[in-house]
């Protein structure tokens, strides 16, 4: 396997993160500080833990 690539700092980008809330898709960055600090302690699912 190849080592993951790293790219210098000033290169870059912050990336934009969106959720479903309340059955609409919004950006995370556009939360309150209380909904931001509740969707960093989210459990996100995954298939396999679910077997």
């Known amino acids: 396997m ?3 690539s ?3 700092q000033d290169q870059r980008q912050r990336c934009e993160v969106w959720t479903r809330v309340m ?3 919004r950006p995370v960055t556009a939360f309150n500080p209380g909904k931001q600090s509740e969707h960093r302690e989210r459990l ?3 298939e396999a ?3």
């Open 44 to 46: 996100h699912f995954t």
């Open 23 to 25: 059955g609409y898709h």
């Open 49 to 51: 833990a679910a077997r």
């Open 2 to 4: 190849n080592p993951p």
């Open 6 to 8: 790293q790219l210098p």
